[in-house]
């Protein structure tokens, strides 16, 4: 199994960058499809980017499409996400997540993942 730790959370103003990463251990990423979900306070846990183990292809929520980007690093067994153009509804918990294949589409719902992180904290300030 794979165990998943976040960071790069902050602190930032609206129109600013950051660049979460999720460091792997006891396994390869590149064997599962990985996703970033975040979570806001009174909400539910909603998708927003994930890779395919298959292809690599990229999926993401639509209300990060063109700031937000996946991306990962064989080498280090490390998955990122690039996020730009932040804004105060960007605040959330996020968390990394693996998923074993279950095809090669991207999996967007919680169900469909097996390991988590614990998750990084993101405010976006206006």
């Known amino acids: 199994q794979v165990q998943l730790v976040e960071s790069g959370g902050g602190m930032v103003q609206a129109g600013d960058s950051l660049r979460l990463s999720c460091a792997a251990s006891?396994?390869?990423?590149?064997?599962?499809?990985m996703g970033w979900f975040r979570q806001a306070p009174g909400k539910e846990r909603a998708f927003v980017a994930g890779?395919?183990?298959?292809?690599?292809?990229?999926t993401y929520g639509d209300s990060v499409k063109g700031r937000f980007a996946i991306s990962r690093d064989n080498a280090k067994n490390v998955v990122y996400l690039q996020m730009n153009s932040l804004q105060p509804e960007d605040t959330a918990d996020y968390y990394c997540?693996?998923?074993?294949?279950?095809?090669?589409?991207?999996?967007?719902?919680?169900?469909?993942?097996?390991?988590w992180g614990q998750g990084t904290q993101v405010t976006v300030s206006s």
């Open positions: 997540a693996a998923s074993r294949p279950r095809g090669a589409l991207v999996q967007v719902t919680i169900q469909d993942y097996d390991y």
């Open positions: 006891g396994d390869t990423l590149s064997s599962y499809t």
């Open positions: 890779m395919s183990w298959f292809d690599s292809r990229t």
